[in-house]
């Protein structure tokens, strides 16, 4: 990049941009949170669509899940007749199979990927451990945010897209999806939307809690503060990615 483009850039930077300097190598992981439901799986899929057609190389994932091991994890974990195979799922266990799922996509996907440069788009990431197992389930963020040091090498995303629609939107997108899927191909995903709204109540103020202690990287979209339509949000994470990380603008 030229000194003046640079320059330019630099004016142009949100408060929470990303250091320029740091090496160009090394490529960029981006994370999507929020509810079950709140229509994150698209914005992610529209995004590497947008930053694939710009000619990157964009690998996208989703947790639990996306490797062999995850997507075994991930069977055991969403599917709601899991429990009368295997007994009631002890929240740790349910902690731990998290972690063990994320250790797994690390190694296999996300390290080397960012090792040659490209740009990881993860579909939930430890912030949702901290969220579900740690508001959710009342374990608590320490213990959470202990694990991913342990575990994940404290591995933190550049940049996180936290889709926060209403409460009561979200759990009836949820809840319509996971009926559908049973319905088209017996797929059954329903564990944790079986909860109740407390459950729910509790992740959502637990992303609050982690937006507002993380503002640098965690920047929250809620469906009242602009267009919320499916395009609209599309554009709005465009741009929020072009000002949170320059390097990733077209221009
Ligand atoms: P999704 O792939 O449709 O988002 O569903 C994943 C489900 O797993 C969702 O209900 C949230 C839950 N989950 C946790 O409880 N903890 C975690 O660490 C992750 C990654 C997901």
């Excluded at 899940?65 to 007749?81: K, W």
């Excluded at 972690?99 to 960012?114: K, M, V, Y």
């Excluded at 009926?179 to 109540?201: A, L």
């Excluded at 395009?231 to 709005?236: M, P, V």
Aim: charged letters at 30%; a neutral charge; hydrophobic letters at 40%.
């Amino acid at each position: 990049m030229d000194r003046d483009k640079a320059t330019a850039i630099d004016t142009l930077q949100g408060p929470g941009a990303i250091d320029l300097g740091r090496s160009m190598a090394r490529g960029y992981f981006i994370t999507f949170e929020g509810l079950d439901g709140s229509g994150k799986t698209t914005q992610l899929r529209r995004l590497a669509e947008s930053l694939t057609t710009k000619g990157h190389e964009v690998v996208t994932l989703r947790q639990p899940g996306s490797t062999a091991l995850g997507n075994r994890l991930r069977a055991v974990l969403l599917d709601s007749r899991s429990e009368t195979a295997l007994g009631p799922l002890s929240p740790m266990a349910e902690m731990a199979l998290m972690f063990a799922d994320r250790a797994q996509a690390i190694a296999e996907i996300i390290e080397p990927a960012l090792a040659r440069g490209a740009i990881v788009l993860c579909d939930r990431f430890t912030d949702s451990t901290e969220a579900y197992q740690g508001g959710g389930r009342g374990l608590g963020s320490e213990r959470v945010l202990d694990l991913h040091r342990a575990i994940c090498n404290d591995l933190r995303p550049d940049l996180t897209i936290l889709l926060l629609p209403s409460l009561t939107a979200s759990l009836v997108r949820a809840r319509r999806r996971n009926r559908r899927s049973v319905q088209r191909d017996g797929k059954d995903e329903n564990r944790f939307e079986q909860e109740p709204d407390e459950f729910y109540i509790r992740i959502h103020n637990a992303y609050e809690t982690i937006a507002a202690r993380e503002p640098q990287r965690v920047v929250v979209l809620r469906d009242e503060e602009g267009d919320s339509s499916i395009d609209g949000i599309e554009l709005r994470i465009r741009a929020l990615v072009w000002d949170r990380i320059p390097a990733l603008s077209p221009s």
